[in-house]
């Protein structure tokens, strides 16, 4: 059982997301903690000119109103939005808020993983506690 659990989503498919979150639920203790997190990447500055100047921002508004209603269906549970790389960014926040257990789904790897590798993959190769990864 775990006391400090982190669970990353990405919202491209609700199923996965439910499913991390009932494994969070399932192996967090009666009084642990579950953050559900998004990290939102930069758009670049030249895809930006094509963007209306609220863009980030409204995105970002929705993103945490999501967060919260995941958060919501589970015990003791926070939704937070953060801003940076995907993969280094859990990894920073999972150190700094002493997370033991990272519940992630992965994706069924492809050609571009085995070049680029994937967040899951950095996710399992480099956290500071152990990893719960979903397929």
């Known amino acids: 059982m775990y006391s400090n659990i982190l669970v990353p989503v990405l919202f491209d498919d609700d199923a996965r997301i439910q499913k991390a ?29 094509y963007l209306s100047d609220d863009f980030m921002k409204t995105a970002g508004d929705a993103i945490e109103a999501q967060l919260k209603d995941l958060a919501a269906t589970l015990p003791n549970a926070r939704g937070v939005l953060i801003h940076g790389h995907s993969g280094r960014s859990i990894l ?31 996710i399992t190769r480099h956290a500071p506690a152990a990893v719960h990864v979903l397929r």
């Open 21 to 49: 979150l009932e494994v969070a639920r399932t192996l967090a203790t009666p009084d642990g903690r579950i953050t559900v997190m998004h990290v939102m990447e930069d758009v670049p500055g030249y895809a930006m000119r």
């Open 92 to 122: 920073e926040y999972a150190r700094e808020h002493e997370t033991d257990l990272i519940v992630i789904a992965s994706h069924r790897p492809g050609m571009q993983d085995l070049v680029l590798g994937s967040t899951a993959t950095q």
